[in-house]
T-cell receptor, first 114, second 113 residues
Framework: AQSVAQPEDQVNVAEGNPLTVKCTYS??????LFWYVQYPNRGLQFLLK??????LVKGSYGFEAEFNKSQTSFHLKKPSALVSDSALYFC????????????FGTGTRLKVLA | KAGVTQTPRYLIKTRGQQVTLSCSPI?????VSWYQQTPGQGLQFLFE???????NKGNFPGRFSGRQFSNSRSEMNVSTLELGDSALYLC???FGEGVDEQYFGPGTRLTVT
């Protein structure tokens, strides 16, 4: 069965430091991977996606993610965190060899400290 | 372009009642998905519609149903409400199926008492 794991409920990072939010996945076929962000009192917003090609994907607001097939990971990264990046981040996978359902991780709360 | 809209934004219902939630996708988007968001379970996929056809269904009881109209607007219905149905229900639209990213609405906060 396909699944997504976000092992950290919360990540704290100082402003200006690099940040990483972890995501691992399990699918039976080729994964299509996504990151979404949910700001307080706002809906989820799309950040970036990996479909095929370059393993390093660049997205909105300076975020990027690296697809690692051997480690089945798709970690979200940013070189320099901003306080305004504080939000709830969701990783999602869609498996096109199986049920095609969107599966979301449980979310990681990112707190950037000034 | 207007975003995804959901109505109503807030709803309070009593156990045993039924409820209908509405979603209007972004103009031109033909795929609509529904999710249930709770603090303990995160985002749980309910169903996905494309061109009025249900493409996928999550692991929810038959009390949860949905439909999509020819203008891509979608509704979901929950019958015989239970306390555990209290959640934020999110609708998301995308241009097509497949690799397209989803655009989410603000959600309908349902409270069952």
């Amino acid at each position: 069965a396909q699944s997504v794991a976000q092992p950290e409920d919360q990540v704290n990072v100082a402003e200006g430091n690099p940040l990483t939010v972890k995501c691992t996945y399990s699918v039976s076929g080729n994964p299509y991977l996504f990151w979404y962000v949910q700001y307080p009192n706002r809906g989820l917003q799309f950040l970036l996606k990996y479909i095929t090609g370059d393993n390093l994907v660049k997205g909105s607001y300076g975020f990027e993610a690296e697809f690692n097939k051997s480690q089945t990971s798709f970690h979200l990264k940013k070189p320099s965190a901003l306080v305004s990046d504080s939000a709830l981040y969701f990783c999602a996978v869609r498996d096109y060899s199986g049920t095609y359902k969107y599966i979301f991780g449980t979310g990681t709360r990112l707190k950037v400290l000034a | 372009k207007a975003g995804v809209t959901q109505t109503p934004r807030y709803l309070i219902k009593t156990r045993g009642q039924q409820v209908t939630l509405s979603c209007s996708p972004i103009s031109g988007h033909r795929s609509v998905s529904w999710y249930q968001q709770t603090p303990g379970q995160g985002l749980q996929f309910l169903f996905e519609y494309f061109s009025e056809t249900q493409r996928n269904k999550g692991n929810f009881p038959g009390r949860f149903s949905g439909r999509q109209f020819s203008n891509s607007r979608s509704e979901m219905n929950v019958s015989t409400l239970e306390l555990g149905d209290s959640a934020l229900y999110l609708c998301a639209s995308s241009f097509g199926e497949g690799v397209d990213e989803q655009y989410f609405g603000p959600g309908t906060r349902l409270t069952v008492t």
